[in-house]
């Protein structure tokens, strides 16, 4: 099968008056259709730089990114809802923008607003909702373009812990369920461990791939993939969770 994404020894430096700071180096792996790949590394490392190559923001200096589609979703740190405007109308406004906004795609939309607990919600405005439900329309706006491989830079950083959670099952079990390819940036190692099917490393700055950690679980032998905080509770999961903080510590 042909991977989605591949990059392949990918590099870029930031300059300055001051000079050139090297910030990633020789970057290589691939993504396979419906794969959630995470990212973790030191802080400050590039990862989010690396999100900004792929989607086209920075330009690539060295190497080449290879993407096997034309529909890309990329998802923030906040959610950017317009207060202004209604659950629904936040949920359609990619489509508005593209000029996309037919019939059908209206009604995809309040499917999935229907179907992940926001039905009730289409006349609300954001101020009423909670920080999860926000981040909900948020995925539903991005989901709604139809993307076939969706970034997510650290979405859910700005939520306290209880409603960071909440809103990672979710968004989680959402992307499963829509069978979206999709590669998270984040720098919380429980997160990635229990939303990705693999964990890439990388290492201090200038950022190359320290290791890729495919991520199994006994209890998903027979096919059915546990949700993000049944994958928290597993016996498998402190062991990933040390293994990897024993390879950022270790090159940090």
Same mark, same amino acid.
């Given at each position: 099968? +042909? #991977?989605?994404?591949? %990059? =392949? ?10 000079? *050139?700071?090297?910030?990633? *180096? ?9 794969? /959630? ?15 900004? %190559? ?40 990619? %489509?508005?923008?593209?000029? @996309?906004?037919? #019939? ?19 006349? @609300? ?8 439900? =926000? ?5 539903? =706006? ?9 970034? %997510?830079? +650290? !979405? ?49 700055? !200038? ?6 950690? #495919?991520?199994?679980? +006994?209890? +998903? ?15 498998? /999961?402190?062991?990933? /969770? ?6 950022? =510590?270790?090159?940090?």
């Amino acid at each position: 099968m +042909e #991977p989605i994404l591949e %990059l =392949r020894e990918v590099g870029y430096s930031y300059h300055s008056l001051n000079g *050139e700071t090297k910030t990633l *180096e020789n970057v290589s792996f691939s993504i396979q259709p419906g794969e /959630f790949t995470a990212i973790v590394g030191p802080s400050g490392c590039g990862k989010s730089t690396l999100l900004s %190559l792929i989607c086209g923001l920075l330009t690539v200096e060295e190497g080449e990114i290879l993407i096997n589609s034309s529909h890309i979703g990329y998802m923030l740190q906040r959610d950017h809802l317009l207060e202004w405007r209604s659950v629904y109308r936040n949920a359609i406004l990619g %489509l508005e923008l593209q000029h @996309a906004l037919t #019939p059908s795609a209206g009604a995809y939309v309040q499917k999935m607003l229907k179907t992940y607990g926001l039905g009730d919600f289409q006349q @609300a405005y954001p101020s009423s909702l909670s920080g999860g439900m =926000r981040q909900r329309v948020a995925l539903i =706006r991005t989901l709604a373009l139809e993307p076939e491989l969706l970034l %997510l830079d +650290e !979405p859910f950083s700005a939520l306290d812990y209880q409603t960071r959670l909440e809103v990672s099952d979710d968004i989680g079990t959402i992307i499963q369920q829509e069978k979206k390819t999709a590669l998270l940036v984040t720098h919380d190692l429980s997160e990635a461990i229990s939303l990705g099917d693999r964990v890439i490393v990388l290492s201090h700055r !200038p950022a190359t791939v320290q290791t890729i950690l #495919p991520i199994h679980f +006994e209890e +998903e032998a027979g096919g059915k993939r546990l949700s993000p905080l049944s994958r928290r509770n597993a016996m498998e /999961f402190p062991g990933y /969770f040390n293994q990897i903080w024993k390879e950022i =510590r270790g090159n940090g």
